[in-house]
């Protein structure tokens, strides 16, 4: 048993990973937690776990529309099952943005968090010119 958001009893599991991949990977879900619970879904039945790795991704009204897990999740698809990422490349192209093809080639080469990195770097930097602004404002006034 666990607690949810509201302090509700919950269980952690329903016992079938594909199951919990499919409620449990939600937007802002860590790449970590998207993985774990990828891998453990794609050893019970990898063709299910792949479908609901694909449905992350779904944009026109087929899927959750939720970009960061579905990138997690196709980067440990290359990792693990690559053949399998390349395969389902058409099929990828129709559910999901052609975008997503060049997104996924530059985290390959740059580290799956590349994006996040430039995201904490950009507001690390908008803070310190605030503070510089103020203490400016501050002098001047």
């Not at 099952?81 to 390959?108: C, I, M, Q, W």
């Amino acid at each position: 048993m666990t607690r949810t958001e509201n302090n509700s009893a919950t269980y952690a599991s329903s016992g079938n990973p594909c199951v919990d991949f499919f409620f449990q990977v939600v937007p802002d879900t860590a790449a970590e937690r998207v993985t774990a619970l990828l891998a453990a879904a794609w050893a019970q039945d990898p063709l299910t776990a792949l479908k609901l790795a694909c449905n992350l991704r779904g944009v026109r009204g087929t899927g959750k529309s939720d970009k960061e897990g579905f990138y997690a999740a196709a980067l440990w698809m290359h990792e693990k099952h690559p053949k399998t990422l390349a395969g389902n490349v058409p099929a990828l192209a129709e559910f999901s943005y052609l975008k997503d093809f060049p997104e996924l080639l530059y985290r390959l080469i740059h580290g799956a968090d590349v994006r996040k990195l430039a995201k904490d770097k950009a507001a690390a930097e908008k803070a310190v010119r605030k503070v510089n602004e103020a203490r400016v404002a501050k002098t001047a006034g």
